[in-house]
């Protein structure tokens, strides 16, 4: 058996050198095909030295045989740590750790280290081969390309010109030969040209004039084929070589007086661009080709530094696997032993204890820990005993809330309160109602972003008189305008302090004052008008019969053509029926009967209010809609009616021409309410005068008393109804009035 595991031990040692000369090989035939594969390629894409190019790729290729030395070392210790945690070796995890841990804090630095570095190296080789150079000859072979642009352009523009002048003095005549002499010349000085040309139809030169300092031996004549697409009345540009010159020409038609589509001749302006330039230009270029060539060598140099720094930061990455792989074999026994008691602990036994393994941080850890055991049972037992005592207070305070959200959820109040903060905190059901909001959207958000400008306004009010009271509570009567109609409210603002007098919030209790407010002022309106129809009434018949008794006297005796008397007197009678009519309008509001309310149908009320208007108004459209399912209600059918009457006449009133009057009448079952509305197509009613329509006295319409609207309200009150004024869209407006129909 022994002799059997000993042969086994030099085949594997064979197996295992054989897999290391295999992978050498193939390595080192990896570098070789690299290499030339490498300076075959810099060949190819310049003419540098081969010697340097071995050099250089002989280094990168050595630098990249430890690259892969090292990070075959770095991965096999790491697949030897991945295999024993796979087989749940002990320590392994720990082990692990340990090596993330140092490779983390070394790679890390050296990673930042390396991504400096290379950048720096980068950067240098860059400025090495600046990129301003290059771009520096690039924008000159431009600047030259534009030159050739510009003057060819103003070749042709100059042409036109002179073709122009030629043209409007008709100088192709033979006659006038001279002064085509005399012009191109003075042309050629005037715009600074090297040499003008003027052919004839013929394709003969007739003038020529040229500037000293061109060549006369460089200078050549236009082709005859430019010269014929010349004659053809297109204009063009050519760029000839004169020598190591170049001419940049111009040809541009010349057109007859007599017709302008025939050609009599052409305009040849040349720019001569001396040698000096040309030879500049070819400089810059092959200075150029040469910059590009040498600038492919810095890729190879910079990789070659870029790699020997990737060699350093895989050194210290093997250091720290290695280091890592030592310390964890030095820790792994007493951690072990510290893991496994954790995890006891962890489970719930307090009862474990660990021996002391010695006075170095382990030892020191280990005695933590059985210190930490210890206290832990300590205050497992007082955690039981405070968690008991938590349940009972928990209780209690669960208790406690549960009664005064009861309290808050049914006081008729509006209660808020905000922290310290600004911040919504509680909301009843009351103060939703009156202020018209949601508490699951403002809860938790300041009050300042909820309350609109006007609100905030009276908030800011009511916290300014505070401060000046120095109180820790103000009650004031507020009015909030809102969407349908102000609201006067006693408000009540208290600070909320704790028991070290630290500030904690506010309270703020709302009462609705507005309908007492309003039943206020309607008794004392009553009361006025009780009094003014006392007043007024008394003498109101000895006027009117004083007036008949002066008119039957005394009327007869004046002739029919003065009628001063008969008008007065007539005017004095009609005047107190006004009066009268007035009074009574005052006395019923003064005195309004009590309701004696019987059962009744709603419906057949509403169709007897409407039959006295739909013949009398051909022009409007009365619509009904009555609900059939209507139960007979407890009404009085009179008071009931003249609120129909009144509403109705305010509907007709507010419609111009042809319009429709539609009154409908609903049950809700649930709420056991009964709902009749008038609805109407007029003018419709004004957003601020809405909230005192139904205060007496008050009036949009002509001639009217103001006391309609207030009687119809005074009815409704009486029958414990409510009646709202809206808007009727798309025009118009709405009354609804709603009736309680349980009281049968």
């Not at 050549?220 to 170049?246: F, M, Q, Y």
């Not at 820790?331 to 021996?355: D, F, K």
């Not at 619509?623 to 009085?636: R, Y």
């Amino acid at each position: 058996m022994v002799q059997k595991e000993s042969s086994e031990l030099p085949q594997r040692e064979l197996k295992k050198r054989k897999r290391e000369r295999v992978i050498i090989v193939l390595s080192l035939l990896a570098i070789f095909i690299l290499t030339a594969g490498e300076i075959h390629l810099s060949r190819i894409s310049s003419e540098v030295p081969v010697g340097s190019n071995i050099a250089i790729f002989g280094v990168i290729n050595l630098i990249i045989l430890l690259i892969i030395l090292l990070v075959y070392l770095v991965f096999r210790n790491i697949a030897k740590l991945a295999i024993e945690r796979r087989r749940n070796a002990p320590g392994a995890k720990l082990r692990t750790k340990l090596v993330l841990a140092f490779v983390t804090l070394s790679l890390v630095p050296t990673m930042l280290l390396f991504f400096v570095s290379a950048a720096f190296i980068n950067n240098t080789i860059h400025n090495w081969f600046n990129k301003q150079v290059e771009t520096s000859l690039n924008e000159s072979m431009e600047v030259a390309q534009t030159y050739y642009k510009s003057s060819a352009a103003n070749a042709l523009y100059y042409g036109e010109q002179i073709s122009a002048a030629i043209k409007e003095e008709k100088l192709l005549n033979e006659e006038n030969l001279p002064s085509l002499k005399s012009l191109v010349r003075q042309k050629q000085k005037e715009y600074n040209l090297g040499v003008v040309e003027v052919y004839s139809s013929q394709r003969e030169e007739l003038f020529r004039a040229a500037n000293p300092e061109v060549p006369r031996g460089d200078f050549t004549n236009p082709s005859s084929e430019d010269i014929k697409v010349g004659l053809s009345g297109h204009e063009l540009t050519r760029v000839n070589s004169v020598g190591k010159a170049d001419l940049i020409r111009g040809i541009v038609p010349i057109y007859s007086n007599w017709n302008e589509h025939d050609v009599v001749g052409v305009v040849v302006v040349n720019y001569y661009v001396p040698y000096s330039l040309v030879s500049k230009m070819k400089e810059i270029s092959s200075s150029y080709h040469d910059f590009r060539q040498l600038k492919l060598l810095k890729n190879p140099i910079r990789t070659g530094y870029i790699l020997t720094l990737f060699l350093i930061t895989m050194v210290i990455v093997f250091l720290a696997v290695w280091t890592g792989v030592y310390l964890a074999r030095s820790l792994t026994i007493p951690i072990q032993e510290l893991a496994a008691a954790t995890r006891q602990v962890a489970e719930g036994n307090l009862e474990v204890h660990l021996g002391e393994t010695g006075h170095d941080e382990i030892g020191m850890l280990i005695s933590s820990f059985n210190r930490m055991t210890q206290d832990l049972r300590e205050n497992q037992l007082a955690l039981q005993h405070t968690n008991e005592e938590l349940k009972s207070s928990n209780a209690e305070l669960e208790q406690r809330r549960r009664y005064m959200e009861a309290v808050l959820t049914n006081v008729t109040a509006g209660v808020i309160s905000v922290d310290r903060d600004g911040v919504l905190t509680t909301v009843n059901k009351s103060a939703e109602k009156l202020l018209l909001i949601n508490t699951d959207r403002v809860r938790g958000r300041n009050f300042r972003e909820v309350l609109a400008p006007s609100q905030l306004d009276v908030v800011k009010g009511l916290l300014r008189d505070m401060v000046l009271a120095k109180q820790g509570s103000i009650s004031k009567q507020v009015t909030i305008p809102m969407p349908e109609g102000d609201l006067t409210l006693l408000t009540s603002l208290t600070v909320l302090k704790d028991e070290n007098d630290s500030f904690m919030g506010m309270v703020v209790v709302l009462d609705d004052l507005t309908n007492l407010i309003r039943a206020q002022r309607m008794a004392a309106w009553r009361e006025v008008a009780r009094r003014i129809a006392h007043e007024i009434k008394n003498p109101l018949t000895p006027i009117q019969l004083s007036a008949q008794r002066l008119r039957k006297r005394f009327l007869s005796r004046f002739p029919e053509e003065e009628r001063v008397f008969d008008e007065c007197t007539s005017m004095i009678i009609k005047s107190v029926d006004e009066l009268k009519g007035l009074v009574d309008e005052f006395s019923n509001f003064a005195r309004m009967p009590a309701a004696q309310p019987t059962p009744n149908d709603l419906n057949a009320v509403v169709r007897e209010a409407v039959t006295l208007y739909d013949e009398a108004h051909r022009s409007i459209t009365f619509t009904l809609k009555m609900d059939e399912c209507l139960p007979p209600i407890l009404l009085d059918r009179d008071q009931i009616k003249r609120v129909l009457i009144n509403l109705l006449d305010n509907a007709v009133a507010a419609i111009d021409g042809p319009g429709e009057i539609v009154l409908s009448t609903s049950y809700d079952a649930e709420l056991k309410m009964a709902t009749f509305a008038i609805s109407d197509t007029g003018h419709g009613i004004a957003p601020e005068d809405r909230p005192r329509l139904f205060e007496p006295y008050f009036s949009r319409k002509k001639g009217g008393t103001g006391l309609g609207l207030a009687i119809v309200n005074t009815i409704i009150a009486d029958h414990h109804g409510f009646i709202r004024a809206k808007e009727n869209f798309p025009r118009g407006s709405r009354f609804i009035v709603e009736l309680p129909a349980d009281r049968t």
